[in-house]
């Protein structure tokens, strides 16, 4: 299993002294870094259901799958190849014998590697690691200055800038936001060439259409090596199933393109309760257990070993108005769940993220966003694609929201380190010392361990009202506004050899050359 | 072990049928009650360490305990009962034989029932059971209009009420804010009053002086009757420990006035990682363990069988300012082993709480809340003392943040009822009624659950853009202003029999002519 070359423990041994400015900024830069690639949790998972009740959902699903079936809409090769491996094939319905469908999942690995043009920021995918992604899919952007607009190429670019400035986001997202200056059939390679030329960081690729699956895949060996991209996963392409229980062709020739290539696909049933779904979460869980899980089973049968993830979107309903609503404690209790089920099918999870129906980056997208990503990290989430950025039911990525968001991810890096309980964590020298009544800020062990011993976060102010008042009584929206634009200004990009770029370069506009723009 | 009269699963079954204006409300109503007196949790606790590192923490607190041992200063009577106990000591100071502490603490209940005048309030502490209490302590209140002031009693009582109005909350607290407007040697008299005239909800009593808890006892046995109060828990006395490792006088006399009269006692060890104990947290949680368990031995010194809380107060320190910090990764880590500390203590632990160092409800106020709440419920805290309102590492009160923190505590309720596995969760007519690729609005499952399938929030504003846009972009710290304004607007208060009331009146009355006003 792999371990991150600099874990945040590794850098927990303090240093003594005090300084002035520069060295409280020194201070604060070390207590940050080094940020690892990708989280090694070191705490327990959560375990909400008995093995009984695990075995009820398995059954459901099994049940779901063999009774009612799953719809493969106008993809006949998917067709033959579920009816090869022996399930039971009506017009586009597919149906499956007990256990069959996990049994086709097997072959797919436990854990495998998602490279970055930049060795040192490739993730692990599975495992007892978790990867942090940007919130993706938003048609409209928003800042505290503009307010909410539809997003561009400019803002595009703008949040890969941020994702690659954050230490705690590990990856590089994909469709952050949707570029709508740009013609439909044209954005996808230059949203490709962003996350390629602005960060270092590994990327999400398109899965509008195959053509642009492959496409992604194709701008991939350009910059990896075709013999790389043939024995390696360099992109992932996330798959929504059309709940309930259709894949139409398009997202079912998406998945077949990634594991035909040896990419990995994440397969998600998007299920809003009450709708795609029915309103009682467990059989929500057992419906999007069926899904996924059926979707990993065609990877496997294009490309037995192909990377792929199981993946769960799963949200609750307002009685009042039938909107989606996030953060709320039915979705919480069902990512707990999913966890357990994702483990015993043997395959990385993808869930979570910090959501909400808030439209701007409130007290109710914040309490939200925390309330849906704390259950989704106890049940052992690997993948997380929409931590940051994320608000208004992902309709709208928000630049203060997303650097409020990479602040919390950083608290859970620690979280996720759990306790240290060595001779220095428990510190009897400094209780002989102290004694009964005084206080530790001078104590040595204080000075050796207090420029790592808590998360220091950029954005929550923690001083004196006083202070604060004076400072123009900015709340965290407002700072989180200057945050992000200092983040833009000190922008600088990573290197790429030009040679790459130009024929990156070359491919985008052959590419475009090849067709009229389409804006639909 | 008790049950709530009314569980939320209780109120799960769901009826058909949808109406107009009126019918929405009735349907929003009947989803979110009937609310429990307190919460009986159907989830597992969250185990962080494994028993090696129990052990540790307990070796280490005993090390604390016989190495260093605790202060009791001024009161001799605290000295002589460790004394015939077996404890060396040496002056002030109290040094226990390692396991000493803990066999003292065995004759304290593992639960018990506080008692509130109306007896369907009244909450189980301790077992498988939460209680929910607003914040307590601030001198400063702060609402949207009038800004952060000093707290008066019009603000206490207006507080009482709010938390008499919230389903959510179990409990009416103790000091909800200071009312500075009143002498400092009367106001607890008031307090209690407000707590006894407005709620019908069991409270804190007061803990500034021995003298002050006997009046709140003196009122409970005019409320209860002296014999119910003899035999019965009806008053909660919130005890902060001296740290590191101090009680003084006033700290242990209050404490010994609530044992001997068998009225609770919460112990707890008050540590600013950093200040008042060590920066690392394994040292603080060994420290804080140290610091409660000695304080709860003492109440069962006074009294064996007297009710008590084991509590514990964790923050940590921001690197830039000294300034404590709440709802860091730290802490939480803390309070998951708390809790697994207090259940081998098998004592009633207090945990917790919305935190947060924000001035004003934005999202930093609500993302630290929601990470200090998350896991002390996942450690299975028994009492949360400080739920709702606390804002600026509690030096304020927040009328908004108030209703916003109830809010989440009614999601919380969801959440630590766990997930319903039955054949109707399971929905299996659902699927075969509904089939692939169809929605679930209209389903019979769906019209027989979607009253009661998911928690209602009151503030979260899950609507279109469009329809928030035209409703004037109100963000969530608006909305709850106008929530808490018409509660207050709403409130009726709880009858109370005019001979008690007058009792309770001439009481205070006569306490007051006693003594002059003293304002320090």
Same mark, same amino acid.
């Given at each position: 299993m792999g371990r991150p070359a600099t874990s945040e423990r590794g850098a927990r041994s303090g240093r003594g002294g005090r300084g002035g400015r520069s060295g409280r900024q020194e201070r604060r830069q070390a207590a940050k870094r080094p940020a690892p690639a990708y989280i090694t949790r070191r705490i327990a998972y959560y375990d909400l259901l008995g093995e009984d009740g695990l075995d009820l959902i398995e059954r459901h699903a099994d049940r779901i799958l063999g009774e009612v079936g799953v719809e493969f809409r106008g993809d006949q090769e998917?067709?033959?190849?579920?009816?090869?491996?022996?399930?039971?094939?009506?017009?586009?319905?597919?149906?499956?014998?007990?256990? =069959?469908?996990?049994?086709?999942?097997? $072959?797919?690995?436990? =854990?495998?590697? =998602?490279?970055?043009?930049?060795?040192?920021?490739?993730?692990?995918? +599975? +495992? !007892?690691? $978790?990867?942090?992604?940007? #919130?993706? %899919?938003?048609?409209?952007?928003?800042?505290?200055?503009? +307010?909410?607009?539809?997003?561009?190429?400019?803002?595009?670019? !703008?949040?890969?800038?941020?994702?690659?400035?954050?230490?705690?986001?590990?990856?590089?997202?994909g469709t952050i936001c949707e570029p709508v200056d740009l013609p439909v059939n044209k954005r996808h390679l230059e949203m490709i060439y962003a996350h390629m030329r602005w960060s270092n960081k590994p990327f999400l690729g398109s899965v509008?259409?195959?053509?642009?699956?492959?496409?992604?895949?194709?701008?991939?060996?350009?910059?990896? %090596?075709?013999d790389f991209v043939e024995n390696n996963c360099v992109i992932l392409g996330n798959i929504n199933v059309n709940s309930p229980l259709v894949y139409d062709d398009v997202m079912s020739g998406v998945l077949r393109t990634y594991a035909a290539a040896n990419q990995a696909t994440v397969v998600v049933p998007f299920i809003l309760g009450g709708a795609m779904g029915p309103v009682t979460p467990a059989a929500a869980i057992a419906q999007a257990h069926a899904e996924a899980s059926v979707g990993v089973a065609l990877t496997q049968l294009v490309r037995p070993g192909a990377p792929a993830i199981y993946g769960n979107f799963l949200s609750s309903m307002s009685l009042r108005s039938g909107a989606p609503t996030f953060g709320m404690p039915e979705p919480a209790l069902a990512y707990l769940a999913v966890g357990q089920l994702a483990r015993r099918l043997g395959l990385p999870l993808r869930c979570g993220g910090q959501f909400t129906s808030s439209k701007v980056a409130d007290a109710q997208a914040a309490q939200e966003s925390a309330d849906a990503m704390m259950p989704a990290l106890m049940a052992g989430t690997n993948f997380v694609l929409h931590s940051a950025g994320w608000l208004e039911g992902g309709l709208t990525m928000g630049y203060e929201k997303f650097v409020l968001d990479c602040d919390r991810l950083g608290m859970m890096h620690r979280l996720l380190d759990g306790l240290a309980l060595d001779d220095n964590a428990f510190a009897m020298d400094a209780f002989h010392e102290v004694g009964p009544g005084k206080h530790f800020l001078g104590a040595a062990h204080t000075l050796a361990n207090y420029q790592t011993a808590y998360y220091e976060p950029d954005l929550a102010d923690c001083n004196s009202f006083e202070q604060w008042f004076e400072e123009g009584e900015k709340d965290a929206l407002t700072r989180a506004h200057e945050l992000w634009k200092a983040w833009l200004? %000190?922008?600088?990009?990573? #290197?790429?050899?030009?040679?790459?770029?130009?024929?990156?370069?070359?491919?985008?506009?052959?590419?475009?050359?090849?067709?009229?723009?389409?804006?639909?």
């Amino acid at each position: 299993m792999g371990r991150p070359a600099t874990s945040e423990r590794g850098a927990r041994s303090g240093r003594g002294g005090r300084g002035g400015r520069s060295g409280r900024q020194e201070r604060r830069q070390a207590a940050k870094r080094p940020a690892p690639a990708y989280i090694t949790r070191r705490i327990a998972y959560y375990d909400l259901l008995g093995e009984d009740g695990l075995d009820l959902i398995e059954r459901h699903a099994d049940r779901i799958l063999g009774e009612v079936g799953v719809e493969f809409r106008g993809d006949q090769e998917a067709l033959r190849l579920f009816k090869e491996a022996g399930a039971a094939i009506e017009g586009e319905r597919v149906r499956f014998e007990p256990g =069959q469908v996990r049994a086709l999942c097997a $072959t797919a690995p436990r =854990q495998f590697t =998602q490279h970055a043009r930049d060795p040192a920021r490739s993730v692990e995918i +599975g +495992g !007892n690691h $978790t990867v942090f992604s940007p #919130a993706y %899919g938003s048609p409209f952007v928003r800042d505290l200055e503009g +307010g909410r607009r539809y997003g561009t190429i400019e803002d595009f670019r !703008n949040f890969v800038k941020l994702a690659y400035l954050s230490p705690w986001l590990h990856h590089s997202g994909g469709t952050i936001c949707e570029p709508v200056d740009l013609p439909v059939n044209k954005r996808h390679l230059e949203m490709i060439y962003a996350h390629m030329r602005w960060s270092n960081k590994p990327f999400l690729g398109s899965v509008t259409s195959p053509e642009r699956a492959a496409d992604s895949i194709e701008m991939c060996r350009i910059l990896f %090596g075709d013999d790389f991209v043939e024995n390696n996963c360099v992109i992932l392409g996330n798959i929504n199933v059309n709940s309930p229980l259709v894949y139409d062709d398009v997202m079912s020739g998406v998945l077949r393109t990634y594991a035909a290539a040896n990419q990995a696909t994440v397969v998600v049933p998007f299920i809003l309760g009450g709708a795609m779904g029915p309103v009682t979460p467990a059989a929500a869980i057992a419906q999007a257990h069926a899904e996924a899980s059926v979707g990993v089973a065609l990877t496997q049968l294009v490309r037995p070993g192909a990377p792929a993830i199981y993946g769960n979107f799963l949200s609750s309903m307002s009685l009042r108005s039938g909107a989606p609503t996030f953060g709320m404690p039915e979705p919480a209790l069902a990512y707990l769940a999913v966890g357990q089920l994702a483990r015993r099918l043997g395959l990385p999870l993808r869930c979570g993220g910090q959501f909400t129906s808030s439209k701007v980056a409130d007290a109710q997208a914040a309490q939200e966003s925390a309330d849906a990503m704390m259950p989704a990290l106890m049940a052992g989430t690997n993948f997380v694609l929409h931590s940051a950025g994320w608000l208004e039911g992902g309709l709208t990525m928000g630049y203060e929201k997303f650097v409020l968001d990479c602040d919390r991810l950083g608290m859970m890096h620690r979280l996720l380190d759990g306790l240290a309980l060595d001779d220095n964590a428990f510190a009897m020298d400094a209780f002989h010392e102290v004694g009964p009544g005084k206080h530790f800020l001078g104590a040595a062990h204080t000075l050796a361990n207090y420029q790592t011993a808590y998360y220091e976060p950029d954005l929550a102010d923690c001083n004196s009202f006083e202070q604060w008042f004076e400072e123009g009584e900015k709340d965290a929206l407002t700072r989180a506004h200057e945050l992000w634009k200092a983040w833009l200004e %000190g922008y600088e990009a990573p #290197a790429l050899d030009p040679a790459v770029d130009e024929a990156l370069e070359a491919y985008i506009a052959a590419k475009k050359d090849s067709m009229p723009d389409a804006w639909h």
